[in-house]
């Protein structure tokens, strides 16, 4: 006990240099969400009225398809690029070009996308010149082709992040596996399925998370591209507070947001484990 | 002021500098969306530190400033109006008597239409409902895609649109459910198979876009357009006219900004010459030759394209200010999703929506 007590007294040095962050995450960050969560449950039943509502439920629904096509996608996409770019001597030149769409603001990004997806855009312009299509799609007036525009838009910017976690986590596989797999004449799939895969799970965990956050909390790409024709979650709450001066529902709305972040995360940690479990 | 970069540009470069010289001080713009000054001022008062001197807001959001009592009382300056200011542009300022705003910049929504496209079908612009739907209907058989466009976003744009389209049909767009609210309903819900699908994202800055690459054939928007369309996209094909009338009259709602003083400001006297310069004849006649805004005043003398201007000018309606605009604003984006898009029944529709607004007329 007195021991502890020692160790305690020695390392409140450490306590008192990160008063600063801790008093800057309380103010800016944990007081501000508990403000927010105590107002939802002001000025009547927000809940009810926000799950009767069909903008609502069509925002929760957007919110929810993004992120599973969204991440699924980026993850299958990241892990190819980082699989064929780890180890060799391109590694270097594909990955500094590969990160570029990281430096580009989200909202440049939905612009550009706009040039592409819009009935006048450049798709539309390459379809219907070949024939393959009659009359221009409507990619962004809502429904799935919108949500497929919107998870096309968003790999685009964001495989970058996922690939480099990944390429990280292959990078740490011990080369003398790969190794022993060549002198047993395993083929790429086991290698990937029996090797690569089960060590790099920390590094998934990881992206996923990161990535899957992020995804939740999708806003300016959505509403740049389809406008309130596509609502998500953030724009929701968005509108409710700055169309409608209705801070109360924009409250509920981005604690259900909230909420459905911390449900994801706890489901994909029951399912695959911390992170920290496979390393130590 | 909520301005674009054209148009700080040449308020910055024309017209300030000549002010700052003549009554040396220096003035310092912010651009600041509309949605966004009640907050702003409010806390700028609440904390007793008012930072602007003068605002420039939307006519449509006025009345929450008005309620949450954040800007000056100007009804002993009514007299410095200049006489040549349309005296309709007043009232929108005015508020139980009190002038809270002076005019300074109107604004109307005209019509733009494809020349060539409309000759192509020997069709000529509408200027009823019927002609606006036979002419749908007409691009939309041959060229396979809707060449309407209708703004459809939600927000300000469709309220706005709305608006209109109900007192053309003489309804009260308050009521919801009078006979003028469910014609235009019915009518929209008739026309929307045969607009263009870029109607859902159809703002008042990418309109212009729409009808300039010639992906639209007919739309209205605000005159700002001409400059944009002429100017940057060089069409010579884009005509305008004031608009199509519905089944009662021609009405077209005047938008734009006034300019207004917060409670608090330290600068009132030299605010109030600002105000005084901003209406002149001088910065008026620069508004419209460089910025194509349409002027407050009548001894302006406006190029060839402000005639359709001026035509929707005489058919302006203000819209009433209202504490519950924002409710009114869900309400009409809500009820044109539903029926116009999502096909839902007129009337069913309408009654719910007219009981919600109720609700609030009453709170």
Excluded at chain 1, 45 to 57: D, E, G, I
Excluded at chain 2, 62 to 71: E, F, I, N, T, W
Aim: hydrophobic share 45%; net charge positive.
């Amino acid at each position: 006990m007195q021991n502890k007590w020692i160790k305690l007294k020695k390392d409140s040095w450490k306590f008192f240099f990160l008063l600063p962050l801790l008093l800057y995450l309380a103010i800016f960050t944990l007081v501000p969400v508990i403000r927010s969560i105590l107002m939802s449950f002001e000025g009547g039943n927000n809940y009810a009225w926000l799950f009767s509502h069909f903008r609502f439920r069509e925002s929760l629904v957007n919110t929810i398809l993004i992120t599973i096509f969204a991440l699924l996608f980026e993850f299958l996409f990241a892990l190819a690029i980082a699989l064929f770019i780890s180890g060799g001597g391109r590694r270097r030149i594909i990955q500094a070009l590969i990160l570029i769409p990281l430096g580009i603001p989200t909202i440049v990004v939905a612009s550009n996308m706009r040039y592409l997806f819009d009935t006048n855009g450049f798709i539309n312009t390459i379809l219907t010149r070949l024939g393959v299509v009659g009359i221009p799609i409507d990619w962004l007036g809502g429904g799935a082709l919108t949500l497929f525009s919107v998870v096309i838009s968003d790999m685009w910017k964001v495989t970058p992040l996922m690939m480099l976690i990944l390429l990280a986590g292959i990078e740490r596989i011990p080369k003398e596996l790969f190794e022993a797999a060549a002198i047993d004449g395993v083929g790429f799939w086991q290698r990937l399925r029996y090797i690569i895969l089960p060590l790099l799970k920390p590094f998934i965990t990881m992206a996923l998370i990161i990535r899957g956050i992020d995804t939740f909390r999708i806003f300016e790409l959505p509403l740049a591209l389809a406008g309130e024709s596509f609502p998500v979650l953030s724009s929701f709450a968005f509108f409710e507070y700055r169309n409608y001066n209705n801070p109360h529902t924009a409250a509920a709305a981005s604690t259900v947001l909230f909420v459905l972040i911390l449900i994801a995360i706890f489901i994909y940690l029951k399912l695959v484990g911390l992170p920290n479990e496979e390393t130590t | 002021m909520s301005l674009s970069d054209s148009e700080w540009g040449v308020l910055r470069r024309e017209i300030i500098p000549p002010f700052e010289k003549a009554n040396n001080c220096k003035i310092e713009t912010m651009q600041i969306e509309a949605g966004d000054l009640p907050q702003m001022l409010e806390a700028m008062s609440s904390a007793k530190r008012m930072e602007l001197d003068l605002f420039a807001q939307d006519n449509m959001n006025l009345a929450q400033l008005v309620d949450r009592g954040l800007v000056e009382d100007l009804s002993r300056y009514k007299k410095d109006i200049p006489k040549e200011v349309q005296k309709n542009l007043i009232g929108v300022g005015i508020f139980e008597n009190i002038l809270y705003f002076m005019p300074y910049r109107p604004n109307v929504q005209i019509v733009y239409y494809n020349k060539d496209a409309f000759e192509k079908y020997n069709l000529k612009p509408p200027k009823n409902w019927d002609e606006l739907l036979a002419a749908a209907k007409i691009f939309k058989e041959k060229e396979k895609v809707g060449r309407v466009l209708l703004k459809a976003c939600g927000s300000g744009p469709t309220v706005t649109q709305l608006y209109e389209f109900i007192v053309s049909a003489g309804g009260d767009p308050f009521s919801f459910n009078d006979p003028g609210c469910i014609k235009t309903f019915e009518f929209l819900q008739k026309l929307w198979p045969y607009v263009s699908r870029d109607s859902l994202k159809a703002k008042w800055n990418t309109s212009n876009d729409y009808i300039a690459r010639e992906s639209v054939y007919l739309m209205q928007n605000w005159p700002f357009g001409i400059n944009i369309i002429n100017k940057k996209y060089k069409k010579k094909n884009i005509a305008t006219y004031s608009g199509f009338a519905g089944p009662a009259r021609e009405a077209h709602v005047i938008g734009g900004e006034v300019l207004g003083i917060p409670r608090g400001s330290k600068n009132i006297k030299l605010a109030l010459v600002f105000i005084k310069y901003l209406q002149s004849k001088e910065v008026q006649e620069k508004f419209v030759r460089e910025l194509s805004w349409p002027s407050i005043r009548t001894d302006i003398i406006v190029p060839l394209h402000f005639e359709s201007v001026k035509n929707a000018l005489k058919h302006g309606i203000f819209r009433k200010h209202v504490s519950y605009w924002a409710d009114f604003d869900r309400y009409m984006n809500e009820a044109f999703v539903r029926i116009v898009i999502k096909g839902e029944p007129v009337k069913e529709t309408l009654n719910f929506y007219a009981k919600q607004m109720d609700q609030v007329k009453k709170r």
